[in-house]
């Protein structure tokens, strides 16, 4: 069988989350928080393996609430994710105080992973299908010439909002063969009467189409990856000058960069799964509902592990 590794981002500062650490809330009827969700459909599709990205400071706490369950029923790793973790010669701007972004965060997966990984954030909720479909298409991935061979779950913007404030989306362009052809990493997108928009600067919204196709982090890539970030990330730093208190290395940016320059192709993977998440307090009463409605269903057993 083909080892397969879930990488969890999990270091996140959750600031928009109010008091507490949001991948650590619980939601489920017996504590469950939403990575025992997401850690059950990838054992169940197949994934052998997986690796936590958190913080030294997180550590205690995480493992007492959900990394010493899960390490009793998988292969667990761990990776760090801090601010200062840079390369030789780069410090830290007098002022930062929150992570580099998704790109630094899986590159400290380097020396953990060696073998095709997904990656997904701690605090959203993807759905099975998703999960069976990535794992199915890294260990038999579509033949491609030169190019790394990566993959993606799409899922519909439209199915990605939150009813209590703006999201952040990566806005995604295919071909006819499913290709991604680009990510646009978009900001501030509201759910609004016609769908979704953002701001347009004058207390309206630009509309967006609630049917495009967007990236939700969850990505399926190779190890060739780890050598790519490690130099992008040296190049982003010598470039964040003007920025240094708020700019982030973030993995679609990387993708799109890739793709455009030839060095990877991407398969956009569409799921029709229902996609929740925690991005503020408010959403975690419809969080807690949706996983009920999940459960009576018996798409989830009461008590997961």
């Known amino acids: 069988m083909k080892n397969t590794t879930l990488v969890i981002m999990a270091a996140g500062l959750g600031s928009r989350f109010g008091s507490g650490i949001k991948q650590l809330e619980p939601f489920g009827p017996n504590g469950e928080i939403i990575m025992d969700y997401s850690i059950y459909d990838a054992l169940a599709a197949g994934f052998n393996k997986i690796v936590f990205i958190i913080r030294r400071s997180l550590e205690k706490d995480f493992k007492e609430v959900i990394g010493n369950r899960i390490e009793k029923i998988a292969n667990v790793a761990y990776a760090y994710q801090e601010l200062d973790d840079l390369p030789a010669g780069f410090t830290v701007p007098e002022g930062r105080t929150k992570p580099w972004g998704t790109g630094q965060a899986i590159l400290c997966c380097k020396d953990i992973v060696d073998e095709p990984f997904i990656v997904i954030n701690a605090d959203d909720y ?8 990535l794992h199915d298409y890294l260990i038999n991935p579509a033949p491609v010439s030169e190019a790394l061979n990566f993959c993606m779950a799409g ?26 052809l680009g990510v646009k990493e978009t900001h501030d997108i509201y759910k609004t009467e016609n769908g979704a928009g953002v701001p347009n600067g004058t207390g309206g919204f630009t509309p967006i189409d609630p049917k495009s196709i967007v990236s939700m982090n969850m990505w399926g890539f190779t190890p060739e990856l780890f050598d790519i970030l490690e130099k992008g990330f040296s190049n982003f730093l010598s470039d964040i000058t003007r920025d240094g208190l708020k700019a982030e290395y973030l993995i679609p940016t990387v993708v ?13 993977l569409e799921t029709n799964d229902k996609w929740f998440g925690v991005t503020y307090r408010e959403d975690k009463e419809n969080v807690v509902k949706s996983l009920r409605k999940l459960i009576d269903a018996g798409i989830y057993p009461e008590k997961l592990f």
């Open 155 to 180: 899922f519909i913007l439209g199915n990605t909002l939150s009813d209590n404030g703006s999201v952040t989306r990566g806005i995604c362009h295919v071909n006819s063969k499913k290709h991604l």
């Open 126 to 133: 993807y759905g099975k299908e998703a999960f069976v479909k």
């Open 256 to 268: 799109d960069s890739l793709i455009k320059n030839g060095t990877a192709q991407v398969t956009m």
